[in-house]
C-alpha cells in the first residue's frame, strides 16, 4: 500500500471481519504515530488522525492503515472523523496536544494559552464526544489519553501547559466516574521527559538550540516507542483490568525538577 492508496474510512471489510478498530489522534509524528505503529502490530485496524495528511498517510500505508485528516480544535472535523471510523470503535488514544511558549505568567500570551486549552482539554473533549457512541458499541472499549507529568507538579514557565495538562487529567478522571458501570476502560499515560523531534522545538518556537538544551546531558530520555509500549500494554489487558493511570519516566529523571545529567568534559 503506498500514501496515494491509503482509505479515508475504514473499510467494510475491516468491520466485516470483526478486527478490532483503534483511532489515534495526532498520529503523524512523535508518540502518536509510534502508538500506531504498536497497535498496529497487536493487531489492530488503526485509524491515523491528524492534521498533516501527508504524515498520516505515510504512518497508515506503513500500517495498512486509514489516514484521516483531522484538527481536534475544529467540531466539524471532528465530525467527519467520527464517520470515517465507522459504527465501532475498540480503542481511542486521545494523543493530540502539545505545549506553546515558555514564559513565566506575568509575560505569557493568553493566545498560546487558549490554543493550549483548545487543543489539549477541549480538544480532548470534541474527540471523545464524537467516538463514545462507536466506543459503546464495540462492547469492550478503551480510551486512552496522553497527559503529563506536568499534569501532576507544576514548573516555573510552563504555567500555561502545567494547567492544560491538569485540565486533561481532570477530565479524563471525571469520565471515568461517569461511564463506571460501562463497557468502557479510561486511562491516562502520563510521560515525563520524551525526547521527540518535535515537541520541545514547537515549544520554543522553532529554536532548535533552545530545543535541544532540553535534554542536553540527559543519559538515556524516553523516545517515543517507550509511550507507545505502554499504550499498547494497557490495550492488551483483560477488559476487567482497568490502569486508571500510569506515570512513566526515563531513570534519569526522579522528578520534574530532578534530572541527572552527565557534564561533558
Not at 512523535?30 to 500506531?36: E, N, V
Not at 461511564?179 to 502520563?190: T, W
Not at 530545543?211 to 546531558?217: I, K, L
Not at 543519559?219 to 492488551?236: H, N, Q, Y
Request: aromatic share 4%; hydrophobic share 45%; glycine share 8%.
Amino acid at each position: 500500500m503506498t500514501p496515494e492508496n491509503v482509505p479515508t474510512s475504514v473499510p467494510a471489510s475491516v468491520t466485516e471481519s470483526g478486527t478490532r478498530v483503534a483511532v489515534v489522534t495526532g498520529a503523524g509524528s512523535g508518540i502518536g504515530a509510534a502508538t500506531a505503529r504498536a497497535l498496529a502490530a497487536d493487531g489492530f485496524h488503526v485509524v491515523c488522525a491528524a492534521r498533516r495528511v501527508e504524515r498520516i498517510a505515510e504512518v497508515a500505508a506503513e500500517i495498512s492503515g486509514t489516514a484521516v485528516a483531522c484538527d481536534v480544535t475544529d467540531a466539524d472535523s471532528v465530525a467527519a472523523l467520527a464517520q470515517a471510523c465507522g459504527p465501532v470503535v475498540h480503542v481511542l488514544v486521545n494523543n493530540a496536544g502539545g505545549a506553546f511558549g515558555n514564559d513565566p505568567v506575568e509575560s505569557a500570551d493568553p493566545e498560546q494559552w487558549k490554543q493550549m486549552f483548545d487543543v489539549n482539554v477541549v480538544g480532548l473533549l470534541r474527540v471523545t464526544q464524537a467516538l463514545l457512541p462507536a466506543l459503546r458499541a464495540s462492547g469492550d472499549a478503551l480510551i486512552v489519553t496522553l497527559g503529563s507529568v506536568a499534569g501532576r507538579v507544576v514548573y516555573e514557565n510552563g504555567a500555561g501547559y502545567v494547567a492544560a495538562k491538569h485540565g486533561a487529567k481532570a477530565v479524563t478522571q471525571t469520565l471515568r466516574l461517569e461511564l463506571c458501570g460501562e463497557p468502557v476502560r479510561i486511562s491516562e499515560v502520563a510521560p515525563g521527559m520524551v525526547h521527540t523531534p518535535e515537541f520541545s522545538l514547537v515549544r520554543y518556537g522553532g529554536d532548535q538550540s533552545a530545543a535541544d538544551a532540553v535534554y542536553d546531558g540527559v543519559p538515556d530520555p524516553l523516545v517515543a516507542e517507550d509511550i507507545a509500549e505502554t499504550v499498547r500494554w494497557i490495550a492488551s489487558l483483560p477488559a476487567h483490568v482497568n490502569v486508571d493511570e500510569l506515570v512513566v519516566r526515563p531513570r534519569a529523571q526522579a522528578a520534574n525538577h530532578k534530572v541527572h545529567r552527565v557534564t561533558q568534559d
